[in-house]
């Protein structure tokens, strides 16, 4: 077969060489050891938690060894982007704190390396197409889906491998001639690799997570470019990843079986195998066993799904940390940048990671007790205007009185820990405001008329200029004129020498003013609503008495 006569029937308008490509994608200017890795997502429009980490892990190879990341925006599937998918994918990986150091953004490429869209890239995958052609290592196929469809039964019938191999590789090696006419006759066509593997062959491979593993070789004449001329994934997959230079692939390791070919490509093109960090997927526990994160049964794999339960994004990103064992690490250094967390691939579990949603809501809310009240209100208030309009007006009504309350028991060595999402915020805070207070219900074994007395005692004597300490003394005042236990200990040592304690008419008094029988400090509450309004809902609740 004339190789070049085949080419530049091929590719009558490539005039680009590789040598040419070459030049323009010089080997970047980089220490020693500097690893350049990427994140390559497709735009469905669906940004998951597994993308996170990914994500992550490219990050720390690349910055701590002083190297590049970067974002190419893998389009080159028409057919399954969504609208607004590229803009919804770079402004979320942006948001939960991937910094890329070039590659696709919001307003264009930045970078010398690109384009970073793949669709734009279609001219430099020609020249590499028109060269594996040159070389005899690539041909048309001009096979109908029918044609192929058939074969494939036909593979079925006889229970062998299916794909386009041997003998049902049936463009593999036709005269040029039959090229032309088809060509002359319009038909479309797609280009394959030329596969010299075979299935008898295995050979070992080693992969940064996976470790040594050993493969069989690659025998199908897989598809490089289809009939719209735009590559496969394989095919972009090589291009891209040597004239950007990347050093080590970090992907998803459902791309594990591909990856004979990869290296056949890689080996056809004559460029350098990166080294790869092939990721397992994240796994949860279901009953005793485990499985994979699904899209369809499991709403937390989905990012979007942490921002409208309202996990800080800090509280995600720690999260994920946790999911490259950044655990002791962080023990260590509890205030220390997790740019200074040192990954190594060492430490991921080879088979993916284990999703935990009760050490997700752990993490999260030991983010939130360390922010500060004033934090905690700008960041709830961002929560509530999206989700939750009615508590953001609130909010914003009084944003001084907003962060008094956000700061009870904030700050100090044993920090309240009330908090594990933006969510929890309104129901923590509600009653601090009129329009959103709901009066509670008091504990049934306790006469109507008893608790009515204590909360009328309480009233008489409740003055808002005590200090807290003069304030107990008076509420165990009344509790012993009740003739109800004022020392706890007491009262733990014998409780059914009294009708209840003093525990008892500190609930009354929080349930009148908080409707809860859980909240902050109550005298600090009290003081934060003023007196007028907590002695307005003291009488409220003697009258529902
Ligand atoms: N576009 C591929 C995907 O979304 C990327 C795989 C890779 O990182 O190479 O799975």
Redesign the pocket.
């Known amino acids: 077969m004339d190789q070049k006569a085949l080419a530049a029937l091929l590719f009558p308008d490539v005039t680009e060489t590789p040598e040419d490509l070459e030049a323009r994608y010089p080997a970047r200017d980089l220490p020693e050891g500097a690893v350049v890795t990427r994140m390559?997502?497709?735009p469905t429009g669906f940004v998951h938690l597994g993308n996170l980490v990914q994500g992550l892990v490219a990050e720390r190879m690349a910055h701590q060894s002083g190297g590049v990341l970067f974002l190419r925006v893998?389009d080159t599937d028409a057919k399954r982007e969504v609208p607004g998918a590229v803009e919804v994918l770079i402004n979320t990986l942006k948001h939960y704190g991937i910094h890329f150091d070039e590659g696709a953004t919001i307003d264009g490429d930045s970078g010398a390396y690109g384009p970073y869209r793949q669709r734009q890239r279609a001219a430099i995958y020609h020249v590499y197409a028109k060269q594996l052609v040159l070389q005899g290592d690539a041909y048309p196929c001009f096979c109908t889906e029918e044609e192929l469809t058939a074969m494939r039964a036909e593979q079925e019938a006889k229970k062998v491998n299916f794909g386009y191999y041997g003998e049902y590789a049936v463009w593999r090696d036709r005269p040029i001639e039959d090229v032309e006419a088809a060509i002359a006759a319009g038909k479309p066509w797609v280009l394959r690799f030329r596969s010299t593997g075979s299935i008898e062959n295995k050979f070992k491979y080693s992969d940064l997570v996976k470790g040594t593993l050993t493969v069989t070789e690659n025998d199908i004449d897989q598809v490089l470019l289809k009939s719209d001329g735009i590559p496969t994934?394989h095919f972009a997959?090589a291009v891209d990843d040597h004239l950007m230079r990347t050093t080590h692939?970090v992907?998803?390791d459902e791309?594990l079986p591909s990856l004979p070919f990869h290296l056949q490509l890689f080996r056809a093109l004559g460029f350098r195998i990166p080294k790869y960090v092939h990721i397992g997927p994240l796994m949860k526990m279901d009953g005793t066993s485990k499985r994979k994160l699904s899209k369809r049964k499991d709403p937390e794999l989905a990012l979007t799904y942490y921002k409208a339960e309202g996990f800080p994004v800090r509280a995600v990103y720690e999260y994920v940390m946790t999911l490259l064992n950044s655990e002791d690490w962080r023990k260590a250094n509890p205030t220390a940048s997790s740019d200074d967390f040192k990954f190594s691939c060492k430490k991921l579990n080879p088979a993916g990671a284990l999703f935990d949603y009760a050490k997700l809501c752990d993490v999260s809310k030991n983010e939130i007790a360390r922010l500060d009240a004033a934090e905690v209100y700008d960041l709830a208030l961002e929560y509530a205007k999206e989700f939750d309009p009615d508590f953001a007006a609130a909010l914003e009504s009084d944003p001084e009185y907003a962060r008094s309350i956000l700061a009870i028991g904030r700050g100090g060595k044993k920090p309240r820990k009330d908090l594990t999402t933006w969510k929890d915020v309104r129901p923590y805070m509600a009653f601090f405001y009129d329009g959103l207070f709901t009066p509670g219900e008091f504990p049934a074994q306790f006469d109507g008329a008893v608790v009515r007395g204590i909360l009328e005692k309480f009233l008489q004597t409740y003055d808002p200029a005590d200090d807290a300490a003069v304030w107990f003394d008076k509420v165990k005042a009344l509790t012993a004129e009740a003739g109800f236990c004022a020392d706890m200990k007491a009262y733990k040592a014998d409780p059914a020498a009294w009708p209840g304690s003093v525990a008892d008419v500190s609930t009354f008094l929080r349930i009148a003013v908080t409707g809860k029988t859980n909240s902050p400090d109550l005298y600090t509450v009290m003081q934060l609503l003023g007196s007028e309004r907590t002695a307005a809902r003291i009488r409220a609740a003697m009258d529902r008495l």
Do not use: F, I
């Open positions: 390559a997502p497709s893998e994934y997959h692939v992907r998803g791309w």
